[in-house]
T-cell receptor
Framework: GAGVSQSPSNKVTEKGKDVELRCDPISGHTALYWYRQSLGQGLEFLIYFQGNSAPDKSGLPSDRFSAERTGGSVSTLTIQRTQQEDSAVYLC????WGQGYEQYFGPGTRLTVT | QKEVEQDPGPLSVPEGAIVSLNCTYSNSAFQYFMWYRQYSRKGPELLMYTYSSGNKEDGRFTAQVDKSSKYISLFIRDSQPSDSATYLCAMSATDKLIFGTGTRLQVFP
């Protein structure tokens, strides 16, 4: 079946602009996760959704970052007033409810802030 | 100190060698331990997960967890050039995963 998909695959934006990153989870997966992978860094947790609610937003680095999920499916990560340090690969993963140990990742969105 | 420590490598081995990849951790609350493989410019791919201590085998891959030492390992038998990738360990106590920084593995023919 179809895996996790993310769009766009690459995004170049100017400092100060807003960007939206999209994630389509595996069908039937009620849990959805966003991570960030910076050069030389490991994957860093950002936020977790169970259905449309976000019980854990502890990884969002600042109030410029927000995410939402609608219909228990597609999620959007929004970064406002982008900064150069936001440049990274943003990865989305999904899993069945209660099976966070079995997360399946999308290909990521490579964000470059110039 | 990071919660999960992983040697970044690179680790370079000849085809057919047994590869040992390791991570240490500090949070005794971790219950699930995962290994992911990541090819360049791709998303991480789940190889296997283990619950609590013990061993788990899947084909050429064996995962070991020693909770008393806070140490996990992934062994790759009969390594192939196609195994060349970055290997990430990950752990969880809740639903979010805490990752190591990854070990880059190169298997040369």
């Amino acid at each position: 079946g179809a895996g996790v998909s993310q769009s766009p695959s690459n995004k170049v934006t100017e400092k100060g602009k807003d960007v939206e990153l999209r994630c389509d989870p595996i069908s039937g997966h009620t849990a959805l996760y966003w991570y960030r992978q910076s050069l030389g860094q490991g994957l860093e947790f950002l936020i977790y959704f169970q259905g449309n609610s976000a019980p854990d937003k502890s990884g969002l680095p600042s109030d410029r970052f927000s995410a939402e999920r609608t219909g228990g499916s597609v999620s959007t990560l929004t970064i406002q007033r982008t900064q150069q340090e936001d440049s990274a690969v943003y990865l989305c993963a999904s899993s069945l409810w209660g099976q966070g140990y079995e997360q399946y990742f999308g290909p990521g969105t490579r964000l470059t802030v110039t | 100190q990071k919660e999960v420590e992983q040697d970044p490598g690179p680790l370079s081995v000849p085809e057919g060698a047994i590869v040992s990849l390791n991570c240490t951790y500090s949070n005794s609350a971790f219950q699930y331990f995962m290994w992911y493989r990541q090819y360049s410019r791709k998303g991480p791919e789940l190889l296997m997960y283990t619950y609590s201590s013990g061993n788990k085998e899947d084909g050429r891959f064996t995962a070991q967890v020693d909770k008393s030492s806070k140490y996990i390992s992934l062994f790759i038998r009969d390594s192939q050039p196609s195994d060349s990738a970055t290997y990430l360990c990950a752990m969880s106590a809740t639903d979010k995963l805490i990752f190591g920084t990854g070990t880059r593995l190169q298997v040369f023919p």
